[in-house]
């Protein structure tokens, strides 16, 4: 239990126990009001409200927020959400971004809206936001991102696993890490997701690259049971087929890697080849 | 129809259908519904007059459209949205799939939030501006790409101060004259049933989407407060159904779906729920109740079983008060603990226990605990000796 952990540190000189676990940035003729509890997933709700349940299936861990405040008209809110790995962080964060955003390099990526900036970094997904349209305050949430940035471990890097998805015709920034059910479905979980447009065909790739050699075996099976078919041995296979509300789905799978590519049909055989080729090439 | 046939049907569509890639052959086609429309039941949302299935979409989570299309064809009307869902994709997801219907065949709404509401006490502030509310307004029916919307919520609304915001309120009956709006409401998490009678008092308001569910402590205040509401044309929508989903945090303890949503229709003042839906078989589960909301032996078992998981967090209903024979603050010092273990706040629950004065052993004069009646059915004395032993702890040792 925490008390007794506590109670065990309790001798002259152990370690200090803090509060919050965390030393928010200073910014210079800001004071900073701390007084927040720090939500965890049990009372994150009190907070976001709803937003609570997409935050916990991401793998939500801590938020912790700071007011800074000037005098009594001015204030920036910043809030560090911290999530179980750098892809379910990249996941909520992806979620909350849309392509058109005014993005930017800190961190992993930036976006810069009407009084806020949102970031990326390894395990965190950063908001700072303020009411205020002062240049003056404007500036200071700048400087307070990037004084967050530099106060927090973690990659600077996407995650690795959306390197895997093909260049051609992938719409910036449409990619997304998927905790569960992806395309609806309960026992699809763990997926990278982009969009594509190739000559009006516009269709969505999924990769599930974190399962093991056993999972990925066992969401195959079920997958494909569903329409009378088995995966076969294992590695290697490809099908298509007509997945309910879904449409028609390209499946295929290699040595880690599993494929899915939604949107395209029958006639676009050779592009879906195209792709899960490459995809599959990249991953040996 | 056959439960097990539907749940594979949503799922996979006709048996048949897969070939292998080189294959050649079918056709794209969207699937029949499968829920017989007939048996469907329909209420009647207030003064409105919408009649509305007692099952809606909760879209928030949801990022598939095969999803949403899927409700459509089983009979779900009602889809609920916000201006802040996924940064507004869930809205645009909407306003893509919508363009290809008619728009009389289902029933929108959304929600803007108004910036700069405090959020611990929920009351406005001078960054609360109907500008904001009305360029959030406008963003939300770009991206729906629609003339109207059905039901526009001022959302979550936690103060009588908010939900009387004479700027908003005024905007929101604007847009409700010039037809962009056919009705308006208020969403509202806590402190739902001040919120509630503010609504009736104001009397122009037309829809409530509150908070319900059986986990809620002051759930006989609630429906009291919903009771009045309903009495005076207001239409209610319950969500939260399901009370967080999971009795854990680490998501292990699933609430049950059907049960909690038959639990909340069995207050016939409740027009219908929006449990969201992220999988094929959420809907398949939420369509089972959708033509069946009677409550069955095992239904009942589980709603009672649930209600007896204590969770964490004090409800500060005061009944313990006066059965401690020490006279201890018993509501503080189990806000001490929830300041300890549910917030990690070591700091603030130790401030807290200073304040109070309690010592770091508060129980040791009683020999048995006379608190019997804690409506959360906390073991309050065991908690009461573990969080008091933080006393000990110097404060120099707490930063």
Redo the contacts between chains.
């Keep these: 239990m925490l008390i007794s952990f506590m109670i065990m540190l309790f001798i002259p000189g152990s370690l200090i126990i803090k509060g919050q676990q965390i030393d928010f940035p200073l910014l210079d003729k800001f004071e900073i009001d701390d007084s927040y509890p720090v939500y965890t997933p049990d009372n994150l709700w009190d907070y976001i409200n709803g937003a609570a349940d997409s935050y916990n299936a991401l793998g939500f861990k801590e938020l912790y927020i700071a007011d800074y405040k000037r005098g009594n008209k001015h204030s920036i809110k910043l809030e560090i959400y911290h999530h179980a790995n750098d892809n379910l962080a990249f996941g909520i964060y992806a979620m909350e971004r849309a392509p058109s955003y005014d993005f930017f390099k800190l961190g992993v990526q930036a976006y810069r809206e009407e009084g806020l900036v949102h970031f990326l970094k390894g395990e965190y997904y950063v908001k700072i936001t303020s009411h205020s349209d002062k240049k003056k305050i404007l500036a200071a949430l700048d400087e307070l991102a990037k004084k967050t940035e530099a106060m927090l471990e973690g990659s600077s890097e996407f995650p690795s696993g959306l390197a895997l998805f093909p260049e051609k015709g992938r719409q910036e920034n449409s990619e997304m890490y998927i905790a569960e059910n992806v395309m609806g479905h309960e026992f699809l979980n763990r997926a990278f997701r982009a969009n594509y447009n190739i000559d009006d065909n516009r269709f969505t790739i999924y990769l599930f690259i974190e399962n093991s050699d056993a999972e990925n075996k066992e969401m195959l099976e079920q997958y494909l049971s569903d329409h009378g078919l088995t995966p076969g041995d294992m590695p290697g296979g490809k099908f298509y087929f007509e997945d309910g509300y879904n449409g028609y789905v390209y499946l295929a799978w290699g040595d880690e890697t599993v494929v899915l590519i939604s949107g395209l049909r029958e006639a676009d055989t050779n592009l879906a080849n195209e792709y899960i080729g490459k995809i599959l090439a990249a991953d040996e | 129809m056959n439960k097990i046939d539907r749940r594979?049907?949503?799922?996979?569509?006709?048996?048949?259908?897969?070939?292998?890639?080189?294959?050649?052959?079918?056709s794209?086609a969207?699937?029949p519904p499968r829920t017989d429309k007939s048996d469907i039941i329909y209420r009647t949302l207030g003064k409105t007059g919408l009649k509305i299935p007692v099952i809606s979409m909760g879209v928030?989570?949801a990022?598939?459209p095969?999803?949403v299309?899927?409700c459509l064809?089983n009979g779900i009307t009602h889809f609920d949205t916000a201006n802040?869902?996924?940064?507004?994709?869930n809205e645009k997801m909407l306003g893509d799939i919508f363009r290809d219907y008619d728009r009389k065949s289902f029933i929108l709404a959304t929600k803007v939030k108004p910036?700069?509401v405090e959020?611990r006490s929920g009351l406005p502030t001078r960054?609360t501006t109907v500008e904001d509310f009305m360029n959030k307004f406008e963003e939300s029916m770009k991206r729906l790409q629609m003339d109207y919307v059905d039901i526009l919520y001022l959302h979550?609304v936690s103060s009588p101060e908010m939900a009387n915001h004479r700027e908003i309120t005024r905007a929101m009956k604007n847009l409700k004259k010039e037809g962009r709006v056919k009705y308006i409401g208020i969403s509202t998490?806590?402190n739902e049933p001040d919120v509630i009678d503010t609504m009736v008092d104001a009397g122009f308001w037309d829809v409530v989407l509150t908070r319900y569910n059986f986990t809620l402590s002051y759930l006989e205040r609630l429906e009291e407060s919903i009771k009045r509401a309903s009495e005076a044309g207001i239409g209610i929508i319950a969500?939260?159904t399901m009370a967080?989903?999971y009795f854990d945090?680490e998501?292990t303890e699933p609430v049950d779906a059907k049960a909690a949503l038959r639990w909340s229709l069995q207050n016939e003042n409740i027009t219908t729920t929006i449990p969201?839906m992220?999988?094929?078989?959420m809907?398949e589960e939420d369509l089972e109740v959708i033509t069946d909301i009677e409550m069955t032996g095992e239904d009942r078992a589980k709603i009672i079983a649930s209600v007896e998981k204590p969770g964490?967090?004090c409800t500060t209903c005061n009944n313990c008060l006066d059965l401690c024979t020490g006279k201890l603050p018993v509501p503080d010092l189990m806000r001490a603990y929830m300041?300890?273990?549910?917030?990690?706040?070591?700091?603030?629950a130790h401030s807290l226990l200073a304040d109070l004065g309690t010592g770091p052993d508060p129980c040791s004069d009683c020999s048995d605990c006379k608190i019997d009646n804690c409506t959360k059915r906390f073991d309050i004395r065991s908690k009461i000796t573990?969080?008091s032993?933080?006393v000990?702890?110097?404060e120099e040792?707490?930063?």
């Design positions: 594979k049907f949503l799922k996979s569509g006709v048996a048949g259908a897969a070939t292998m890639l080189a294959a050649t052959g079918g794209f969207m699937l928030m989570r990022d598939n095969s999803l299309r899927a064809d802040g869902y996924q940064g507004g994709r910036a700069g959020r960054e979550s998490h806590t969500m939260k967080g989903g945090r998501r969201g992220t999988s094929f078989d809907l964490l967090f300041y300890a273990y549910g917030y990690a706040n070591i700091e603030k573990d969080i032993r933080l000990k702890v110097p040792f707490i930063i």
